[in-house]
């Protein structure tokens, strides 16, 4: 089978969707089946790779993406050849794959990685007019879709407010779960001079949607109780200064260690260095991160939310709190005072994180497609 996959975003930009979409394409690939992606060119940036298929585009604004306007005429006629063309976005790309799929009458996949509505949210006004229009658009793209693919149930239900009556497929993201279970990973040199017992570790994108801002807060709760605790915020992103002046304001600039920007193959050599993962995004659909923290056998402490809550097991890999910061701090203390108790979710934990490798991942996939063959063989 020839797999088209269509994406606002990939190499050299990374973030969870580009890891979903090269594990997916691993995945399948190892299954036999040929996928091609099709993605914004980013000039001499671009990692050339087999099958990848960079179209002419100029950058949004400072967003970090890129519009395609038009798709050249060789990019055409190899997508031409698709058996399957799957979105990962509901914009530019979406619309350019929906049309070469209607053209050649072949099924159409979206998989919905992102709670739009949530960073409507940081709208400085007109919010309830902008989530009708988003909602709007997004309910008639979905129905324009064979088929729509949700990583989480939590998401799903997202989807399914959006008003589509379009069928939608559960397909958890897949990691390459042996990498984070390898033993006597290097200790990165950021945390060189940092204990394991009470340091604990966050991995994403450093900006206000991921809600570091109520994370770093709660931390200082539990620096009262744990003088000698530490938060290790593993990434970058364009609130990093706003948050490391905010950890010299709450005077726990010892207590928090950010590292900027990491090289993604060497982020799993952090999570051994930690006791448990936390996270206090609310915007999340199925985070690569929390899986590989899973996948490294680390507990959770996250706040309540849409695909956090498909991964942790309340009470047995971890903890799902409301936002509330004596709370949330509560949980991080109750961890940290009980070494036995982490020790047994993280045996929890690893026994989970089964269910996530990219070869499981992919036979989901799979199956998805065949359903979506078939749904558009009764439409045609």
Do not use: W
């Not at 799903?156 to 990498?179: D, L, Q, S």
């Not at 290790?232 to 905010?246: C, M, R, S, T, Y």
């Amino acid at each position: 089978m020839k797999i088209g996959i269509f994406t606002e975003c990939f190499e050299p930009v990374i973030n969870g969707v580009v890891h979903s979409i090269e594990s997916t394409k691993h995945g399948l690939e190892d299954l036999g089946h040929e996928v091609y992606i099709f993605t914004p060119d980013y000039k001499n940036k671009n990692i050339r790779k087999a099958r990848v298929y960079p179209c002419p585009s100029f950058p949004l604004f400072k967003t970090g993406y890129h519009y395609v306007q038009v798709l050249p005429e060789l990019i055409r006629k190899i997508a031409s050849e698709m058996d399957i063309f799957h979105t990962h976005h509901p914009f530019t790309m979406g619309q350019r794959a929906m049309k070469l799929a209607r053209d050649h009458n072949k099924p159409f996949i979206l998989t919905n990685h992102t709670q739009y509505s949530q960073y409507v949210e940081r709208f400085p006004f007109g919010k309830r007019l902008a989530k009708r229009v988003l909602f709007r658009y997004l309910r008639k793209f979905c129905d324009k879709t064979t088929l729509i693919v949700a990583p989480s149930h939590g998401i799903a239900k997202v989807i399914r407010n959006y008003g589509t009556k379009t069928k939608i497929e559960v397909v958890p993201n897949g990691i390459e779960i042996e990498r984070f279970q390898e033993k006597d990973l290097p200790k990165p040199k950021a945390l060189e001079k940092v204990e394991k017992k009470k340091t604990i570790i966050f991995v994403g994108r450093v900006c206000y949607e991921k809600n570091i801002d109520f994370l770093i807060k709660s931390f200082q709760k539990v620096v009262k109780d744990h003088p000698d605790a530490r938060l290790v915020i593993v990434g970058d992103g364009p609130a990093f200064n706003e948050f490391k002046n905010l950890t010299k304001e709450l005077k726990i600039e010892e207590n928090v260690i950010m590292t900027g920007a990491i090289p993604y193959p060497e982020i799993r050599n952090f999570y051994p260095q930690a006791e448990f993962f936390v996270s206090a995004s609310k915007t999340e659909v199925h985070p690569m991160v929390g899986i590989e923290a899973v996948a490294a056998g680390l507990p959770i402490v996250s706040l309540e939310s849409v695909g956090y809550e498909d991964i942790i097991r309340n009470g047995k890999t971890g903890y799902l709190t409301s936002e509330n910061e004596d709370g949330y701090a509560k949980r991080i203390i109750e961890l940290l005072d009980d070494p036995a108790k982490v020790k047994k979710m993280s045996e929890e934990s690893l026994k989970e994180s089964k269910k996530y490798s990219v070869k499981a991942a992919a036979k989901n996939m799979l199956a998805a497609y065949k359903k979506a063959i078939k749904i558009n063989k009764k439409i045609v």
